[in-house]
């Protein structure tokens, strides 16, 4: 017989197996069938493998063991009680549940283990505000473990909680268990070096709950393990409400999650699962590591969802192997203070506004970024913040409106390239679209001496398969301001969709520079009224800019403006046709440098358009402007105009008090306007 001591204790064992004889007492049948002992001050042999075992009296104790103990059930329950175990090398398992539901309790194992071997550990039901803490080396090796009720699970100093596989079961830990607000306010915490919690198929944080926190600190780690059909969920309800439930990883705490299935099934983690599960959060702090191994990363997973949110700050990071989504309604997520992101695809999509935020330092490092669906904002933000996408499309407004990209103060953005890749404001590259969609009001910003470095082509506006009568774009932007960086490998192309591409717009301004190293840039390829705006901006491109690509282009504008723009081409042709051109807006003191210089030839076609507003200037300031400089060759063929002089005499002008000519100016052909030069007025009083 193996035995299991207590002292000091006053208990109940109930057993429909057999009447057992304590030491100094008696147990009795009573008619409810229940062993009732009747001098309970010094026994200490409880029979062993029994039927249910039940401790269901006020006690403060501790309990020891010589020996392995096993019973079928064990119930900790209904009185309230201050108990210790101490299991030395030995172990206390039920082979069914063992259930720690005893009220206003406080239970400690400090050596030993306890474990069910066929059923589940359980501290939930309906009792409340019990403590239960295991200290290492005090072990838990269960099927499964279920925690609810305002209870308080602290695993700490190096002790374990293994829920796997035994006795032909699937091992779980949940957390959380209970039906909407009957299931509030739990707590699971490891803490230390060593300490470790262990599931082997789902883990779910507030499972139909509300208010249930893990915490993962100092050191300790979790492994969580998804099986086919299962995901590691916090915020889980099919039924119910299911808020404010969180997993916080702070001090070098570590979670992971693993799958355990087969490729293509179920797996990966959702963060506000179904309807109602609103305001769960994941927050990693000081150096945390949350690595998912297992299939997507689902924050937000039902567009009625509200709130749910993920933060990442203190140097921790978060690794994703697949698909990070960034969805439901109004969620948000930070990555934060020299913190780290590495996943497959970041997609930010959903109802609502969705914000995005990386900022203080921090590195995002991702397959494809793709902004879409609902309303949303992503932020890069501060000196040394960057985000690199690697794959192939991305960008903001796929096939949706009303999104917004900035890079500020320093941070930058990467795009490189992966085969046949493109980056996209407004716009993709899909032949699917059979209904009538709109992407629009989409705007990317770098500004505050913020870098962009895009290797692919950069689509403003554009849909690169061809037409497509029910994909509309118009009035996304892409602007470089207060000195704010892009540079691109493969050009820009505004507006690239016949008839439904129309007022997409580049701004380069307030010291912006955007420095293009090869592939020809399109102002308007098919579209039409699109503009690239220079304002105290500058755009240097080493390949041909043309304002078409098809005669469906038209009226495809550069626009100059402000006293320090430069539009330069250092090798390649500006193409200007079909009502597109030059466009410039004098101010009144004139430009510092010559606006547009050509390095290549220029082929002006006659239905090419020039606009040059500057009597503001002329009756201000007046004197000789230059407009442009041409080192290469004035194209002359049929179609074109037949000199740069035809060209400025073509001039839409406003106002009469100027005058728009050309000249040779070592070697080079010369755009200029004259006026007059005013010269101040002195008035002397006498």
């Given at each position: 017989m193996k035995k299991l001591l207590?002292?000091?204790?006053?208990?109940?064992?109930?057993?429909?197996?057999?009447?057992?004889t304590a030491q100094n007492g008696t147990w009795t049948n009573t008619a409810a069938g229940v062993w009732d002992v009747t001098d309970a001050s010094n026994w200490n042999t409880f029979p062993n493998e029994l039927g249910t075992a039940t401790f269901n009296r006020a006690?403060?104790?501790?309990?020891?063991?010589?020996?392995?103990?096993?019973?079928?059930?064990?119930?900790?329950?209904?009185?309230?009680?201050?108990?210790?175990?101490?299991?030395?090398?030995?172990?206390f398992y039920?082979?069914?549940?063992?259930?720690?539901?005893?009220?206003?309790?406080?239970?400690?194992?400090?050596?030993?283990?306890?474990?069910?071997?066929?059923?589940?550990?359980?501290?939930?039901?309906?009792?409340?505000?019990?403590?239960?803490?295991?200290?290492?080396?005090?072990?838990?090796?269960?099927?499964?473990?279920?925690?609810g009720g305002s209870n308080t699970l602290i695993v700490t100093d190096g002790a374990t909680v293994d829920a796997w596989v035994v006795a032909g079961g699937s091992g779980a830990i949940y957390f959380g268990i209970g039906q909407g607000e009957n299931v509030r306010g739990s707590t699971f915490i490891l803490?230390?070096?060593?300490?470790?919690?262990?599931?082997?198929?789902?883990?779910?944080?507030?499972?139909?709950?509300?208010?249930?926190?893990?915490?993962?600190?100092?050191?300790?780690?979790?492994?969580?393990?998804?099986?086919?059909?299962?995901?590691?969920?916090?915020?889980?309800?099919?039924?119910?409400?299911?808020?404010?439930?969180?997993l916080i990883v702070e001090s070098g705490g570590s979670v992971t999650n693993m799958s355990l299935a087969p490729s293509g099934s179920r797996g990966g983690i959702v963060l506000g699962s179904h309807v109602h599960c609103s305001t769960n959060g994941v927050i990693l702090s000081d150096g945390a590591t949350f690595n998912n191994w297992g299939g997507d990363f689902n924050l937000g997973n039902n567009t009625a969802n509200t709130g749910n949110y993920i933060r990442v700050t203190g140097g921790s990071t978060l690794t994703n192997i697949n698909t990070l989504t960034i969805g439901g309604v109004d969620s948000w997520f930070h990555l934060m203070t020299n913190s780290t992101l590495q996943c497959g695809n970041l997609t930010i999509n959903g109802g609502?506004?969705?914000?995005?935020?990386?900022?203080?330092?921090?590195?995002?490092?991702?397959?494809?970024?793709?902004?879409?669906?609902?309303?949303?904002?992503?932020?890069?933000?501060?000196?040394?913040?960057?985000?690199?996408?690697?794959?192939?499309?991305?960008?903001?407004?796929?096939?949706?409106?009303?999104?917004?990209?900035?890079?500020?103060?320093?941070?930058?953005?990467?795009?490189?390239?992966?085969?046949?890749?493109?980056?996209?404001?407004?716009?993709?590259?899909?032949?699917?679209?059979?209904v009538l969609t709109y992407a629009t009001n989409n705007v990317m910003t770098v500004a505050n001496g913020s870098v962009f470095n895009c290797e692919p082509v950069i689509y403003v506006g554009c849909y690169e398969s061809g037409p497509n009568a029910n994909f509309w774009l118009f009035d996304n932007w892409l602007e470089v301001v207060d000195g704010g960086v892009v540079i691109s490998s493969n050009g820009v192309r505004i507006s690239t969709l016949v008839a439904t591409?129309?007022?997409?717009?580049?701004?380069?301004?307030?010291?912006?520079?955007?420095?293009?190293?090869?592939?020809?840039?399109?102002?308007?390829?098919?579209?039409?009224?699109?503009?690239?705006?220079?304002?105290?901006?500058?755009?240097?491109t080493g390949a041909a800019v043309q304002t078409y690509s098809a005669a469906t282009a038209s009226n495809n504008v550069i626009a100059i403006q402000g006293t320090n723009s430069l539009f330069r081409i250092t090798a390649g042709a500006l193409f200007t046709r079909y009502g597109g051109g030059l466009e410039f807006d004098v101010p009144r003191k004139g430009m510092a440098q010559t606006p547009v210089v050509l390095g290549g030839n220029f082929q002006c076609?006659?239905?090419?358009?020039?606009?040059?507003?500057?009597?503001?200037?002329?009756?201000?300031?007046?004197?000789?402007?230059?407009?442009?400089?041409?080192?290469?060759?004035?194209?002359?063929?049929?179609?074109?105009?037949?000199?740069?002089?035809?060209?400025?005499e073509s001039a839409v002008v406003d106002g009469d008090n100027f005058t728009v000519d050309v000249k040779s100016e070592g070697g080079k052909q010369i755009l200029y306007i004259w006026s007059p030069p005013k010269s101040a007025t002195v008035i002397m009083l006498r």
């Open positions: 207590m002292t000091v204790c006053a208990i109940t064992l109930a057993t429909g197996l057999f009447a057992q006690m403060t104790n501790t309990l020891t063991a010589s020996e392995d103990f096993t019973a079928a059930t064990v119930n900790f329950s209904t009185a309230a009680m201050d108990l210790t175990m101490d299991f030395g090398e030995y172990g039920s082979t069914a549940n063992m259930a720690f539901t005893a009220p206003r309790s406080s239970f400690l194992l400090t050596n030993g283990l306890i474990g069910s071997t066929g059923g589940a550990l359980q501290m939930n039901g309906s009792t409340a505000d019990s403590t239960f803490t295991v200290k290492g080396p005090g072990k838990i090796w269960t099927r499964s473990m279920t925690l803490d230390g070096d060593g300490t470790r919690a262990v599931s082997a198929s789902c883990t779910s944080i507030g499972y139909r709950g509300a208010d249930n926190t893990m915490i993962v600190r100092n050191g300790a780690v979790a492994v969580f393990s998804t099986s086919t059909n299962y995901a590691t969920s916090i915020g889980y309800a099919d039924r119910g409400y299911c808020n404010n439930n969180r609502g506004e969705t914000v995005v935020e990386i900022t203080k330092g921090s590195v995002a490092r991702v397959a494809t970024l793709g902004i879409n669906i609902g309303r949303h904002r992503l932020t890069l933000r501060d000196t040394d913040t960057a985000l690199y996408a690697r794959g192939a499309v991305s960008g903001l407004g796929f096939t949706t409106s009303n999104h917004k990209l900035d890079v500020l103060d320093g941070a930058t953005l990467v795009k490189n390239t992966s085969g046949t890749t493109l980056f996209c404001v407004g716009g993709n590259r899909n032949n699917g679209i059979s591409s129309y007022s997409n717009e580049v701004l380069i301004a307030s010291g912006g520079v955007w420095t293009n190293t090869a592939g020809t840039s399109y102002v308007g390829y098919n579209g039409t009224d699109s503009r690239l705006v220079l304002s105290n901006g500058t755009f240097h076609f006659d239905d090419s358009r020039l606009v040059i507003r500057a009597a503001d200037w002329a009756k201000r300031t007046g004197g000789e402007l230059k407009l442009l400089e041409l080192a290469g060759t004035w194209s002359a063929t049929a179609g074109y105009f037949p000199t740069m002089k035809a060209y400025a």
